[in-house]
């Protein structure tokens, strides 16, 4: 706390484990974990637990299976609530959904993916979803977050670019650098929220544990 007499909420971010299929260019195609994907998440859950009990009052998740499936199971063994949220479903990746990037570069060229890479506000997968559209739905999440949380302490499941885009709402680095953190499966990041005397403030613990 660095507020004297603050309200914290505390919001874990994580992203899912490997999904069936290995690593592809996924998007909202809805695949479900793979059994290492299942083991690399319940380890990076349990990591955070004391004396076998975790400290979530809540879990947040993205509608697609990957993370879906984890989430309930979740609430189900500790007793959990879980909220599916649609609006942290991944970024939609267009033509390119379900393919690796050798398959991209083998079909389309390197152009495309190496703007999108470079710059995701000026370049969006063809046929995609565009990183503005992305941030608008996931800040609106955020936002309801804050105001309403369903707990003190919160685990959100989600993708990668979806964590990146919560992360902006603390961090407010431009669109152009909104896709910058590589995190890998099942890494989990830490943000603290607290109202205090002069309004809020969100305090980054760690980020992709």
């Known amino acids: 706390m660095r507020f004297p007499n603050a309200t914290i909420t505390t919001i874990d971010i994580m992203r899912h484990g490997e ?3 290995g ?24 990591r955070q637990s ?10 947040i ?4 299976l990957r993370c879906r ?27 390119w959904e379900g393919k690796t990037h050798a398959q991209v570069f083998a079909e389309e060229g390197s152009e495309q ?9 000026q370049a969006a997968p063809p046929e995609g979803e565009t990183v503005d559209a992305l941030d608008a ?11 309403n949380p369903p707990g003190k302490h919160v685990l959100v499941v989600a993708h990668l670019f979806v964590c990146n885009a919560l992360l902006r709402q603390v961090l407010e680095q431009p669109l152009c650098n909104g896709l910058v953190m ?13 109202r205090h005397a002069l309004g809020e403030t969100t305090f980054v613990e760690w980020i992709g544990r």
Do not use: C
């Open 19 to 21: 999904p069936v299929g």
């Open 23 to 46: 690593r592809m260019l996924r998007g909202s195609t809805d695949h479900p974990l793979s059994k290492a994907g299942w083991q690399q998440m319940s380890d990076a859950v349990m």
């Open 50 to 59: 004391v004396g076998g009990r975790l400290p979530y009052d809540a879990v």
């Open 61 to 64: 998740s993205s509608p697609l």
């Open 69 to 95: 499936e984890f989430a309930l199971w979740l609430g189900e063994e500790f007793d959990l609530p879980v909220q599916v949220e649609d609006d942290l479903a991944e970024l939609h990746l267009g033509r």
């Open 113 to 121: 993916m190496s703007a999108f890479w470079h710059n995701p506000s």
């Open 137 to 147: 739905r996931v800040s609106d999440v955020w936002r309801r977050l804050l105001i």
């Open 182 to 194: 590589d995190l890998p499966y099942a890494a989990m990041s830490r943000l603290r929220h607290e």
